[in-house]
């Protein structure tokens, strides 16, 4: 794979800003959602839907797609901006977000929300249904692959490992878990409300091909997705480490802004600090 | 002895329609020997999925397959796929409307000798209340075979509830069978007898002891119990003025429940309920010797529609 270029790595970078600058407006507008998580994978979407998936907004249930599973599903926000970004939909029907008149809900529903795989919401699906996926696509001979992106709080829900040891079992190189380590989770820092140290020894032991990256930095995430593709005998586990509420200086790392709503004037020091203030 | 067991006509069932319909796979969860899933294994080992013991894991893999286009069929035990994988069946099956077969096995007491860890009494009540279910208990082993093409077929979810063992037969293969539809069993006009699974043998016996003594009983099987054939039961308890509803689940919210809403709403009528109490059922030695003990005994059927009978306008 050839590296990206500079121009490739500040557009991915501006996308991921966007991202960021999106979620906060539509957070704010519905007066409800979920900053921290949403700003903390910004750049893992942005890469995702901007540079490594083969998808097509114009033709989104091609077979041969690629697929993602937004397991962390209060992230939404983020996902929706990606999903409008990428020209799924307009980002303008998020206007009316949280009213019961829009399509969109709370969480992603794939009745609902043109490019969403799967409804989430509950936390721990991801993996076991990524599994089924990759199963369906080796069966078939589909070369698409599924991305699931998991909070490091979920990896706290036991189903994350059934499913863990299920993909290694069968080998599935073609299923790639991303874990947005950012370590705050609703009620604290993770390592304090239930330690999951060793994140990545853990999903080595079950099996899997574990790659460790610095999540804001979309030239390793980019890579980290090439690399991916060149494992062939297990499913790969990219390790992302993250800061949640990135980018917002008053939300980093504060597991108050897990599910709470920037106000006018938070929303207006928030954007004038990713450079988007007036855009 | 000599009937088959209804996991067995099942299993074959599957066996013998996934060489017609490849997009058919399996699911498992360590209980191959049990659910005889083992049969489909042998047959398609690339299209079965052993899972271990992991029911929430087994059903979520099952939605991902049906998003991939296959129509998965997860075999486990009742008791585990209607509480442990209740959520996971509530979200990604009916919620997301993806069309996964939960093929319950050991439903009901059928499971004898576990004890009520092992009993599936609750799962009728659970599964049908969530939207977008499908709720199927086959009286007999020649009906669940016949219903396989049927589930799968189907597009949605299904909640299949399978007896380990035998039942009195009522079902002749190629009779008509669809979901939804109920089937009058017995004709009669002096009370109606609702019944589901295995139950709808028991009925049709009792449905005999009450002609021998006068009584002329309708017997009714529902065999799909969401959604209901509302329009059978009411025209069936309109026709006859008495309704005594039996099955080997729990007394809430099982099929007794569901005609009991039907019949609020559209034709209030005297009605008795055979069913198992709100109690945990003790080990048996054999499943027919357990279901007496429980309270589903011919005996009992029959004792519930003379006191029904009395109540009758």
Redesign the interface.
Known sequence: MASLTELEIKQLEETARNIRGDSLRFIHNRGAGHPGGALSAAELLSVLYFQTMRLDPQDPAKETRD?FLLSKGHASAALYAALSRRGFFDAAELEHWGEVTCKHQGHP???KTPGV???S??LG?GV??????????R??K?PSR?YVLLGDGECQAG?VW??A??AA??RLSNLIVIVDLNDVQLDGPVHEIMPMDHMAERWKACGWYVIEINGHNVRQISEAFDLAKEVHDKPICVIARTTKGKGVSFMENQSYWHGNVPNAEQLKQALSELGLEGK | MGEMSIREGYSRSLVEYAGTNEKV?AVEVDTAASTMSYLFEQKYP??F?N??I?E??AV???????????I?FVNAFAALLALRSL??IR??LC???TNVKIAASYAGLSDFKDGATHFAVTDIANLRALPNMTVIVPADAAEAAQFVPLVAEHDGPVYFRLSRGAALPVHKTGEPLQIGKGIVRREGDQLTIIATGGMVGRSLKAAEDLAGKGVDARVVEIHTIKPLDKDLIVASASATGAVVTVEEHALIGGLGSAVAEALADACPTPMQRVGIADAFCPTGRDVDGLLDACGLGVKDIVSAAQQVLKRKA
């Open positions: 697929r529903d794939r009745f795989e799967m409804t919401g509950i699906h076991a249904v990524g599994v089924g996926l990759a199963l369906a696509a069966l078939t589909n599924t189903i059934e499913g040891v299920t079992k069968y | 796979v690339e299209r999925f899972v271990g992991a929430p894991c979520d893999v099952g939605v991902g397959l049906a998003l991939g286009g296959f998965p959520e996971q979200t990604c919620y997301a409307k």
